[in-house]
């Protein structure tokens, strides 16, 4: 059986009863005989097993993007991009002619 909370608009006692679904609501303070407010409190639903992700919870907009991939150029340091290119190796038939 579901517990409800309840509290007293006129006294503010507050407490939980054990009531069935097709039970009607209270509506008479069992302390001053004044009205009662049936109070709501969120609840939290907790998928566990092997069929649901972590994910199935949440919406595309409660997700974050994935951050973009950089530019190979941006990724180097400062001092690798600034320096000169080195230069080509001659091929073995130039260096002996020369």
């Known amino acids: 059986m579901p517990t409800y909370a309840y509290a007293c ?13 097709t039970d009607d609501s209270l509506t008479v303070c069992p302390e001053c005989s004044g009205n009662l407010r049936k109070k709501f409190n969120s609840v ?4 566990k097993g092997s069929g649901f992700y972590r994910t199935d919870s949440r919406d595309a907009a ?3 993007p994935a951050a973009p991939a ?4 941006a990724a180097k340091p400062a001092s690798e991009s600034s320096a000169p290119a080195p230069a080509p190796a001659k ?4 260096a002996a002619a020369s």
């Open 44 to 47: 939290g639903v907790v998928f």
């Open 70 to 73: 950089k530019d190979a150029a």
């Open 91 to 94: 091929p073995a038939a130039a």
């Open 9 to 21: 608009k006129d006294c503010g006692h507050a407490f939980d009863i054990q009531q069935s679904f």
């Open 62 to 64: 409660s997700t974050v």
